[in-house]
């Protein structure tokens, strides 16, 4: 047509012709539209099938001639206004939308601007759905040539109209635009993100990320981040559905629920969106990836973190990329553990987002995975919320995964893994029982691993499993069988680990059968049927009856019981039932009354003890101890030589359990009140007389046992009349509470003296709920026998180490002290004695209620006279025996429970159980119930402190200013000083709770911190943590004039360390912290008798104090020297007693201390000291050059000290650090050596000279070593000349980046002692070693010549270079 057209002689005018022709064919609606249409040409012979299926419009043909193209595209955009309002047709395909069509994929465009210019007209005045097709279209009707200008108009289109957001950054996306033009639409549309719509949102946020460059990354995340709430996506949505259920009516409001919950559907749909365009763009853009997890790390404020976070962490964990994943869980776990990252976010994730943290499940449950896994108590709480959350949003099938991975923490045998594991199971039957009941198969699994779980482990999955068994709604009905058939199995098991199983278990199902209903069944009036208590009734008839052979099986039965009785709360009728023979049954069994007088066929004779009641004896009533043993001992005996079974026999390990019980049964009857059972506080029982463990030796070895075996008993029975009692208010009762303390802590040091004649011993069990009891049974028989052995000196040693680690320190203090009393007092010291730190497994637990007895005043005894005494008393007050009681034992228990212990994390389950031993109770309640009950405490404890501050400032001024003056106490100054230094320590591991980093602990925090700033300051309650840190850390420096040991000064300064830290600003108290610990080195510790302190626990306590001291000083390198330099040659020519003047802690004694912990830090210090770079200025060289001068200098004189100090404790650690100093010299100085040579070599000349002394000393200490051969040196050596030899290449190599080599030269260095004696054995190895290579460097050969080098290198050590010179020669002389 084009060449027919061109042909005509009317060409041009033809052309006119042609298109007026069209304009008036297309006139017709109908026409116009099948010009519009693809049209399917016939085939001559009729055959339609063999045409193409498609075939162009004849318009589309038409533009495809250039000459008639722009006339036609004038024609039809001319036309299409007259379209713009009709309605689609032919299934939604209008006229304007194939005007646009024909326009598209034009094999050339011949006046493309033209065209645009048009298109944009028209733009400009068609409805929004014309628009939007045009718009859409342009990147497939323009050249590249207009995408520039088109992407402008667009761009001003989009800031006038919103509507046209989506098909705008469509048709943006497809055009290829410069970048600067990109950058300016990005930020217009980023410009307008607050006001899109929410459907719109995920073209735009597609279209913001799609079109970043690696450079601008990271920026435009974060500005994206900040730009996309998605809270209020959905929240106003949330609360509009909720509004209108107020305000509307029934059927309204149904209507509004419907289509609110469907507008809430959608709106999540749209989030979800989002985040799929998110996660496209992290998954193909490394770039992007990055820069989220930039973003997101560089919120430093918890307020700032938004559910957008979460999310984007859970897509980028949920990426294949290995590294994205161990990035992200690193992060979130940095946020969780510093409280950015909060469960309140979390929780509004779930709330909120339920829907779209669906499809983040695998990603949800990995995290949680790795948090309960973590060896961080911070994480733990975080991974549990996560899996209680994904239980409580998702669907079934996520809950079945939820429960799979729970059951495989149960079952992984890590401690604090499985507790968490455990209570989150307990907490899900609780909240959603019906759930929880279809998986009720998985967690029967569990059953089958019971043999790593701990007591207190069982007892949780049995409440666990019980629950969902046997609970209101017995949804989980269909294993009860399998809870009887297991329980039943192991209560008639002989194997005595099984049937505590058993027990523990029964017990358990127990409290869940018998369980009191809801309030709704009361108007019922019977909440438990006749069957169900039938049930509970015949099972603890099974567990009484299975019990009765095995006395530790009885108490076990009654401990757990009485544990169920204390924490649940059960039906009327079953507390009735167990409550009704209790008191009949102890009254049977171990009461009895008192008659004028007792057989004497015992062991030991009998004898009424410890009565606290004023009346007469006569017709009273007393514990029948003594013949219960007696009875025991013998059944014990008969058990052996015949098998027939014996009747029930009543044991006295149940005399303790059985009280417990009884007791709480009262209690719970009687809403706290023990009138009816009074009169067990004040009974007497039927003991010995005490005096026979004054002649301990000379009775015979069943006599000792059974001695030793009834003070056991004694002081169980009294530490469970304590537990019971120590609650009640009346003055009368707390006396008597106070004397059965006093009774408790007589009676052992009764049993220590009878325990040190007793050797192999085996006490009597008290805690049955474990199998933790053999081995501490061998520990402690093996800690006596060693005690005989060796006598007392060795024996306290021995003790020590079956200690638990929390008590050493108090009893390491009070050897030392004995060690030094008068030689008066020796006789009374050489009398055997034991520590009974080794036996605290076999006595029974103290509550924590028994602590409140420390809101009780102190006395202390020298101050009063007999007269006094009486009067005092009614006060109800503590001794200082007493008050040591107690707080050993809150010590204990805080550190169980506070102390963050990696210890959970075992991979040998012993080690944990033989922990917990002892606190079974304890491990019932959450450290946060125990720090709270601790805070309530501390009032007592600050009066507690106050008063040993007071009583050592009264025996400084009533002896002038010492301590060991003629008005001193010694018993009384031990005791003190016990008290004084456990106060701080228990006030330590309070404040050293992990817990208190939690942001929902912070109140507590508070709290405790103002009860401390209080004590000096009022109105504590508006100050913030800072401030109230400020004032308890001024409060507690007041204590530092009054320490009696330096082991309490070390505890005042740990405690002084906790509490700036946990104020948050720990670097403003550096200064004081620092000035403290050099006054308690600067002080002279003696004790009570007048002799120094000395010892392995003063040795330790000064170790930790003087790193205390380096770590916060300013300027360690400074110290150091002045310490090396200035205090330790005060001591050189003085005797082994006399110490230094300026250092009073550092003798000959304490050398070792002070030069471990010197070496130890000066090569901390050098390890800050930033690496040389060839970037630094002149001036930062110089500054750093001047650090390590300092550093070489203070090594230099630390070495040579071996010349005098040459023990082998002191050439081990100067060994040990001297290559550690050596090897991050070689790292981090060499290569400042390497750049600052040219410019200051006079400077590096001379600290290699310096050096260079150093590493020859050290090379006679290796060559010392072999002539001794002594390993434990030897071990060292091959180490130590790789260093050596590493360093003489290494300034070789500076030498020649300097072009200085031909100043370089190496001979052999003589092997010589450590007197500078040469080694004659050696002397044909020739090491070609050491330094002494060195010097080489000193200088370049204009300046020194090669044999004057020589000279200085075979020269004695007299030739020193300028550090240290006259320290050393000091030293040459004082070895010599």
């Avoid at 200490?1261 to 260093?1283: E, F, R």
Wanted: aromatic share 6%.
């Amino acid at each position: 047509m084009q060449q027919q057209l061109q042909r005509s002689p009317q060409y041009p005018g033809i052309i006119q012709e042609f298109i007026t022709g069209l304009e008036s064919y297309i006139e017709d609606t109908d026409r116009f539209r099948n010009c519009l249409l693809p049209c399917v040409p016939q085939l001559s012979d009729g055959d339609a099938s063999s045409a193409s299926s498609f075939q162009e419009s004849v318009l589309r043909a038409l533009l495809g001639i250039e000459t008639l193209q722009t006339l036609i595209i004038n024609t039809l955009l001319e036309k299409l206004p007259e379209f713009m309002f009709d309605s689609a047709a032919d299934g939604g395909l209008g006229v304007p939308r194939l005007v646009i069509n024909q326009l598209k994929w034009l094999d050339r465009v011949v006046d493309t601007k033209e065209l645009a210019s048009k298109l944009m007209e028209l733009v400009s005045v068609a409805p929004v759905e014309v628009q939007r097709d045009i718009i859409t279209s342009l990147p497939e009707i323009l050249e590249d040539s207009q995408h520039n200008d088109t992407a402008r108009e667009l761009h001003a289109l989009l800031q006038e109209n919103t509507q046209l957001t989506v098909p705008i950054l469509d048709a943006l996306s497809s055009l290829n635009l410069s970048s600067s033009l990109l950058t300016e639409v990005r930020g217009a549309v980023m410009a307008t993100l607050a006001a899109v719509q929410l459907e719109d949102l995920p073209v735009v946020v597609n279209f913001i990320l799609h079109s970043v460059s690696a450079s601008d990354a990271y920026e435009v995340v974060c500005n994206l981040r900040n730009k996309l709430e998605l809270e209020q996506c959905v929240l106003p949505l949330v609360l509009q559905a909720s509004q209108s259920r107020v305000k509307s009516k029934a059927t309204a409001a149904a209507s509004a629920s419907s289509s609110s919950s469907t507008a809430a559907g959608s709106s999540q749909d749209s989030v979800g969106l989002i985040l799929d365009c998110i996660k496209s763009a992290v998954q193909f853009q490394k770039s992007i990836s990055e820069a989220w997890i930039k973003a997101i790390e560089s919120v430093d404020e918890a307020e700032d973190h938004r559910v957008i976070d979460l999310l984007v962490l859970l897509i980028l964990h949920s990426t294949n990329a290995n590294q994205s994943r161990r990035a992200v869980e690193r992060m979130l776990k940095a946020k969780i553990r510093t409280g950015l990252i909060q469960e309140t976010l979390l929780q509004k994730s779930f709330r909120d987002f339920a829907q779209v943290m669906r499809g983040q499940f695998p990603s949800i449950l990995a995290l949680a995975q790795s948090l309960l896994r973590s060896p961080d108590p911070c994480m733990v709480p975080f991974g549990a919320q996560m899996y209680r959350h994904s239980f409580a949003a998702f669907d079934c099938y996520c809950h079945q995964e939820v429960v799979g991975s729970l059951v495989t923490h149960v079952c992984s045998g890590v401690g604090g893994e499985v507790d968490t594991a455990l209570e989150l199971l307990c907490g899900l039957v609780t909240e959603k029982p019906s759930e929880m009941a279809l998986y009720a198969v998985f967690a029967k699994g569990i059953l089958d691993y019971m043999d790593n779980l701990s007591p207190q482990q069982i007892r949780t999955l049995f409440q666990f499993l019980s629950r969902l068994a046997f609970g209101q709604h017995q949804q989980g009905s269909h294993i009860q069988d399998d809870m009887h058939i297991v329980i039943r199995k192991q209560l008639s098991s002989t194997v005595p680990k099984y049937k505590r199983i058993g027990i523990i278990g029964a017990v358990m199902v127990v409290g869940s059968m018998g369980a009191l209903g809801p309030k709704l069944k009361e108007s019922q009036n019977q909440s438990l049927s006749q069957e169900m208590l039938r049930q509970v009734t015949g099972l603890l008839e099974l567990v009484k009856w299975s019990s009765e052979s095995s006395p530790e099986a009885a108490a076990l039965y009654y401990d757990e019981l009485a544990n169920l009785i204390l924490t649940s709360t059960l039906d009327p009728q079953v507390q009735e039932m167990i409550g009704k023979t209790v008191l009949n049954d102890f009254e049977r069994d171990f009461v009895v009354d008192l008659g004028p007088d007792i057989k004497s066929s015992y062991l030991l004779p009998p004898r009424v003890m410890y009565n606290l009641d004023e009346e007469d004896t006569q017709g009273g009533i007393a514990i029948n101890l003594l013949p219960l043993l007696v009875a025991d001992i013998q059944n014990k005996g008969e058990h052996q030589n015949e098998t027939k079974k014996a009747q029930k026999q009543i044991s006295p390990l149940c005399l303790s359990p059985f009280f417990r019980l009884l007791r709480l049964c009262e209690e719970k009857q009687y809403q706290g009140d023990l009138e009816e059972i009074d009169g067990l506080l004040g009974c007497p029982l039927i003991l010995t007389d005490m005096d026979v463990v004054e002649k301990v030796e000379s009775l015979s070895k069943a006599e000792k046992e059974f001695l030793c075996t009834l003070l056991f008993h004694t002081i169980n029975w009294f530490r469970e009349v304590v537990n019971a009692f120590c609650s009640q208010k009346g003055t009368e009762m707390k006396m008597k509470v106070m004397t059965r303390l006093q009774n408790i802590t007589y009676l052992q040091t009764l049993l220590e003296r009878a325990l040190a004649g007793t050797p192999g011993f085996v006490p009597p069990v008290c805690n049955f709920d474990g199998e933790h009891t053999d081995g501490i049974v061998l520990g402690a028989a093996a800690h006596v026998n060693k005690t005989k052995k060796d006598g007392t000196g060795r024996k306290r040693k021995a003790s020590r180490k079956n200690s638990s680690e929390r008590s050493s320190q108090t009893e390491d203090t009070n050897e030392t002290e004995e060690t030094q009393q008068p030689e008066k007092e020796k006789e009374k010291e050489n009398r055997p004695s034991v520590s009974l730190a080794a036996y605290r497994p076999f006595f029974r637990e103290l509550d924590m209620e028994v602590l409140s007895v420390l809101q009780c005043g102190l006395f202390s005894r020298s101050l009063l006279d007999s007269e006094l005494h009486t009067n005092v008393r009614e006060e109800v007050l503590l001794g200082p025996a007493e008050l040591i009681f107690l707080l050993e034992d809150m010590h204990r228990k805080l550190e169980f429970s506070l102390a963050a212990s990696p210890t959970k994390r075992v991979p040998f389950l012993r080690a944990r159980t033989d922990r917990s031993v002892g606190f079974s109770h304890l491990q019932q309640r959450t450290s946060k119930d125990i720090a709270n009950c601790c805070v309530q405490l501390m009032p007592a404890l600050c009066t507690h402190l106050e008063n040993c501050h007071n009583h050592f400032q009264a025996v400084l001024s009533e002896n002038h200013g010492v301590v060991d003056g003629p008005a001193t106490d010694v018993q009384e100054y031990q005791l003190m000083s016990s008290c004084y230094q456990l106060l701080l320590q228990v006030l330590n591991t309070m404040f050293s709770w992990s817990g208190f980093s939690q942001p929902g602990q912070r109140s507590l925090l508070k709290k405790a911190l103002g009860v401390l700033a209080g004590r000096i300051k009022e109105g504590g309650a508006e100050l913030d943590l800072e401030q109230l840190a400020k004032h308890s850390f001024e409060y507690l420096l007041n204590f530092r004039s009054t320490l009696p040991s330096l082991s309490t000064a070390l505890c005042l300064s740990q405690l002084l360390s906790t509490v700036s830290e946990r104020g948050g600003n720990s670097a403003a108290y550096r200064e004081q912290t620092a000035s403290l610990a050099r006054g308690f080195l600067s002080q002279n510790w003696v004790t009570a008798s007048g002799e120094r302190e000395r010892g392995n626990t003063f040795n330790k306590a000064l170790h930790t104090l003087l790193s205390v001291y380096l770590e916060h000083v300013d300027d360690v390198l400074k110290a150091v020297e002045e310490i090396a330099g200035k205090g330790v040659p005060e001591i050189l020519n003085a005797s082994k007693d006399e110490c230094s003047a300026s250092w009073p802690t550092l003798s000959r004694q304490t050398f070792l201390v002070f030069y471990k912990v010197l070496m130890a830090e000066l090569e901390k210090a050098i390890r800050k000291i930033p690496a040389g770079k060839i970037s630094d200025n002149t001036e930062t060289q110089t500054k750093k050059l001047l650090l390590w001068n300092l550093a070489v200098r203070d090594f230099h004189i630390l070495v040579n000290l071996v010349k005098v100090f040459d023990s082998r404790p002191v050439l081990n650690a100067c060994l040990k650090y001297g290559r550690l100093f050596l090897e991050s010299f070689l790292k981090l100085g060499m290569p400042l050596l390497d750049y600052s040579f040219k410019r200051q070599k006079e400077d590096v000349q001379s600290l290699l000279k310096t050096f260079q002394l150093s590493t020859r000393q050290l090379h006679h200490m290796c060559g010392h070593s072999k002539i001794q051969q002594d390993t434990s040196l030897t071990n060292h050596v091959p180490a130590v000349k790789k260093s050596l030899e590493l360093f003489i290449y290494r300034v070789k190599a500076m030498l020649t980046l300097n072009n200085c080599q031909e100043a370089f030269w190496m001979g052999n260095l003589k092997n010589r002692n450590l007197k500078g004696e040469e080694i004659l054995s050696q002397r044909s190895q020739g090491s070609d070693a050491e330094n002494a290579e060195e010097e080489e460097k000193t200088s370049s050969p204009q300046e020194e010549s090669e044999d004057e080098t020589l000279d200085s290198d075979t020269d004695g050590v007299k030739k020193t270079g300028r550090g240290g010179e006259v320290d050393e020669d000091e030293v040459s002389n004082d070895s010599e």
